[in-house]
């Protein structure tokens, strides 16, 4: 607020980016890998569900303050607050080893054994990356009101938020690589569900409900997964693949689904999102995660 040039902005807002990356990166690391394996789903699953409830508080506390310098400094206010608490975070002490290999070669290592779960990751960060960009597009085209579209969104949203709720309890009686697959098969069914359910309102939400909870769901299933047995330098170096993987579906999810909803808007959202998870499942089952490599 200090200045209107937009490439100031722009530098702030790439590092903001930077820093950002980095804070997710270490923290889905460190909460999927210091806690006692028993309590990782739970402390995971807490973490997400607070992870997903702020970026829901964000946007209304601009609502309620306005775009002003108030907004801006509360903003501030918090980046502060975290860079506070991220120096108090206290890291294991590992013995350092030299990798056996380093640059391409060690990035290969890292993620051939996991490729399957890289693409699940790509799969559910294509539907969320899409679900605030295009589902109101969507929604709007089909005759909605500005306001109603817009809620097409939060209704994803939302579900991603009471997901981890859901999912802290069903990782009582089951392990995270047992949910992959169902998950994995249950965004493509509820992707593919959009359509008949747009009739009506009620079961257009219903359903973007269930399918961004399942998105959300899937992303810390994967985390969970990756990292099992893992120290936190492994389960950050697994953990950064899967973020980049994640982003990139980020981009490929509103590419495609814009492609297509060109051809048509009722059924190239649906038929985007479940060709990708699709994708994405069968090479998972076709290349499952190397026990030896996680």
Known sequence: MLTDNLTLWAIGYTFLGLSGGMAWIIGDA?????????????????????????????????????????????????????????????????????????????????????????????????????????????AFGLGYSERMAALA???????????????????????????????????????LLIIPASVYTGSYYAVLFMAGGIAGALYTLVVLDVTREASSEQGMQRISCIAAFYTMGGVLGPLLAGGLMEWSLLWGYSAAMAVITLVALAFYLRFPANKAGI
Do not use: C, D
């Open 30 to 138: 460190l909460l999927a890998t210091l806690p006692p394996p028993e309590q990782r789903a739970k402390v995971m699953s807490a973490y997400m569900f607070l992870v997903n409830f702020n970026i829901i508080i964000g946007p209304l506390l601009v609502a309620l303050l306005g775009v002003g310098h108030l907004a801006f400094v509360i903003g501030a206010l918090i980046v502060l607050l975290n860079l506070i608490m991220g120096y108090m975070v206290q890291f294991p002490q590992e013995e350092k080893s030299e990798p056996a290999h380093k640059g391409l070669k060690l990035l290969m290592q890292i993620a051939l054994p996991i490729g399957g779960l890289l693409l699940v990751s790509l799969s559910s960060g294509s539907f969320e990356g899409s679900a605030t960009k295009m589902l109101p597009v969507q």
């Open 153 to 191: 969104a939060v209704a994803s949203g939302a579900g991603n938020l009471v997901s981890q709720i859901v999912l802290m309890a069903l990782l009582k009686r089951f392990t995270a690589h047992q949910l992959v697959v169902p998950g994995s098969v249950l965004l493509a069914v509820f992707a």
